[in-house]
């Protein structure tokens, strides 16, 4: 008797290898890369890290300077809107009104939503002391709740 070999028998060998052939051409790959990974983001003009220090380039923060930059950032962003709004047909931003409204400083939280951040940190104190644990500073953990809500 004769055995005739039909693709589908075939199949999954040559699926089984051609998937061995593929992870053995990665690991000769991967060795072969050198650490090329490892190196991706340093050096050169880009470079994300510098040799003797931190690599921060710029005005330190909070410094006048560095203000004087985030101003004319957020003037260039609050231009490039205007002019996309041009661009579709719009009426241009009044771009220095727009920047005012930017970088006011936030409105204190009103009475209603302080009152209601107080309930959370009381209720939060009584589960911690039900569990042992000292109690936060009620006024404390309020105010730093509404700075990080940005009220």
Do not use: C, H, W
């Not at 039909?6 to 790959?29: E, L, M, T």
């Not at 209601?116 to 000292?134: D, I, K, Y």
Request: no cysteine; hydrophobic share 45%; proline share 5%.
């Amino acid at each position: 008797m004769r055995q005739t070999v039909r693709v589908a028998d075939a199949f999954p060998i040559v699926i089984i290898g051609v998937s061995i052939a593929a992870i053995a051409v990665a690991v000769v790959v991967s060795l072969a890369s050198g650490g090329l990974y490892d190196r991706i983001g340093r050096g050169g003009t880009f470079g994300l890290d510098t040799e003797g220090g931190s690599g921060r380039r710029g005005p330190a923060p909070g410094s006048a300077a560095a203000r004087a930059e985030a101003d004319a950032e957020i003037r260039q962003l609050v231009e490039a809107k205007s002019a996309r709004r041009v661009a579709r047909g719009e009426a241009p931003l009044d771009v220095d009104a727009e920047i005012a409204a930017l970088t006011q400083p936030a409105a204190p939280a009103d009475a209603d939503l302080r009152e209601e951040v107080r309930q959370l940190v009381v209720a939060r104190n009584e589960r911690r002391m039900a569990r042992g644990q000292e109690p936060l500073d009620v006024e404390t953990e309020v105010d730093r709740q509404l700075r990080d809500l940005g009220g």
